[in-house]
């Protein structure tokens, strides 16, 4: 089929960078699902398609990056499929912290244009450098500086209007971080 052996990558060493990378996954699909089930689904799904496809990654060195964005091409396909479902969403008692974040955090974070939203995800979510999210999302890394910076102007003004007396700055900085 034109692949060549020395492309792609062994499942051994796939198998232990998922190992590695999973939370991490997690975190970028949640961010940008804001549903458990189905940012576990969008991980299950990225590393199956991963693993099938692992021999045509030309690079090797790419695996972060390719794997990611075949989770944001999953995050993006759930995404459409769940716009014909009605959501009823319940709000935990007890908030995990540590799985999810607050409610306005995740109000403000979906409020957010898709170029801004997508960047913070990588970000703060998923704990890409900038020069990892540019390489990612094919920008340049000045452009991740200034769209994180604009989101965070947003999510300051979003958060501080959305309940009497606001969210501190140290609040919400703390969610996202």
């Given at each position: 089929?034109?692949?060549?052996?020395?492309?792609?990558?062994?499942?051994?060493?796939?198998?232990?960078?998922?190992?590695?990378?999973?939370?991490?996954?997690?975190?970028?699909?949640?961010?940008?699902?804001?549903?458990?089930?189905?940012?576990?689904?969008?991980?299950?799904?990225?590393?199956?398609?991963?693993?099938?496809?692992?021999?045509?990654?030309?690079?090797?060195?790419?695996?972060?990056?390719?794997?990611?964005?075949?989770?944001?091409?999953?995050?993006?396909?759930?995404?459409r499929k769940s716009k014909r479902e009605i959501i009823v969403e319940e709000i935990p008692e007890t908030p995990d912290q540590s799985a999810e974040i607050s409610?306005?955090?995740?109000?403000?974070?979906?409020?957010?244009?898709?170029?801004?939203?997508?960047?913070?995800?990588?970000?703060?979510?998923?704990?890409?450098?900038?020069?990892?999210?540019?390489?990612?999302?094919?920008?340049?890394?000045?452009?991740?500086?200034?769209?994180?910076?604009?989101?965070?102007?947003?999510?300051?003004?979003?958060?501080?209007?959305?309940?009497?007396?606001?969210?501190?700055?140290?609040?919400?900085?703390?969610?996202?971080?």
């Open positions: 089929m034109g692949i060549s052996e020395a492309k792609g990558i062994d499942q051994e060493s796939f198998v232990s960078f998922i190992t590695d990378y999973k939370t991490i996954m997690y975190r970028i699909a949640y961010g940008y699902l804001c549903n458990e089930q189905k940012a576990l689904d969008a991980v299950d799904e990225s590393v199956y398609l991963g693993y099938l496809h692992r021999k045509e990654l030309r690079q090797p060195e790419f695996l972060k990056t390719w794997l990611t964005r075949i989770l944001i091409n999953e995050c993006h396909q759930i995404l409610f306005p955090v995740k109000h403000a974070l979906q409020g957010l244009p898709e170029d801004l939203r997508k960047v913070i995800i990588l970000r703060y979510f998923g704990g890409y450098t900038i020069a990892e999210t540019a390489k990612t999302l094919e920008i340049p890394e000045g452009t991740v500086s200034s769209r994180t910076r604009k989101a965070f102007k947003i999510l300051r003004v979003e958060l501080t209007d959305q309940e009497e007396g606001g969210i501190s700055n140290d609040r919400w900085q703390t969610e996202l971080g």
